[in-house]
C-alpha cells in the first residue's frame, strides 16, 4: 500500500508537469524526462513528509534539489537547457491547497469584520498560510538552482552549440 501511494503521487505529478511543459512548448524530447523528474520529485517530497516527518518547506528543498540535479544530467543527454526540464516539473509541487487558504481566510476574514473572534481566527490562518505558501515557493528556487549555481560551467553548456563534441555532432545533423 505504502508503494502505491509513492506510486500514484508521483504519477499523478508526472501527468501535470507534462500538461504544464506543454504550455511552454518544449521539444518532444524533453517531455519523458519532465515526467520523471516531476515524479522523481513529488514522490521524494511525499515520503520525505509522510515516512520521515519532515516538514513542507524543507521536503521541498530536497525535493527541488533533487529535479535540479536530475534536469542538469537528463538536460546534457537530451541537449535542453536545465529551465526547460526543472521548470514545468516544479510547477507540481507548488501549493496550491495552502495558496486556495489564504483567498478563502481573507474573504472569510472579510465578511466577519465584527465578530472579533472569528475575524482573529481567519487573519491568523491568513498569514499562517502565507508562510507556508511563500516559504515552499521560496524553498522550489532555491533548491532547484542550487545546481545551476554548483555546476555553473556545465549547466550553461547545454545552451551552446558549441558544446561537447557529442553535442557539436547532433547539432551538425540537424
Avoid at 21 to 38: H, Q
Avoid at 43 to 52: G, H, N, V
Avoid at 96 to 107: C, E, N, P, W
Wanted: with cysteine.
Amino acid at each position: 500500500m505504502i508503494l502505491l501511494d509513492i506510486l500514484l503521487d508521483g504519477a499523478f505529478a508526472a501527468i501535470a508537469a507534462i500538461g504544464f511543459g506543454a504550455i511552454s512548448d518544449p521539444p518532444l524530447r524533453a517531455f519523458s524526462s519532465i515526467a520523471a523528474l516531476a515524479a522523481i520529485g513529488h514522490a521524494l517530497r511525499f515520503c520525505l513528509m509522510s515516512y520521515l516527518g519532515i516538514d513542507i518547506a524543507t521536503a521541498s528543498l530536497f525535493a527541488s534539489f533533487s529535479i535540479g540535479m536530475g534536469s542538469l544530467l537528463l538536460g546534457r543527454l537530451i541537449y535542453c537547457p536545465m529551465t526547460v526540464l526543472y521548470i514545468p516539473a516544479l510547477l507540481p509541487m507548488i501549493p496550491g491547497m495552502y495558496a486556495y487558504k489564504i483567498v478563502f481566510s481573507l474573504i472569510m476574514f472579510m465578511q466577519n469584520m465584527k465578530v472579533p473572534g472569528l475575524q482573529e481566527k481567519y487573519l491568523i490562518e491568513m498569514f499562517t498560510n502565507s508562510i507556508v505558501t511563500c516559504s515552499v515557493i521560496f524553498m522550489l528556487a532555491v533548491g532547484a538552482t542550487i545546481p545551476l549555481f554548483l555546476f555553473q560551467k556545465r549547466a550553461f553548456s547545454m545552451t551552446r552549440h558549441g558544446g561537447t563534441e557529442r553535442q557539436q555532432k547532433y547539432y551538425a545533423t540537424k
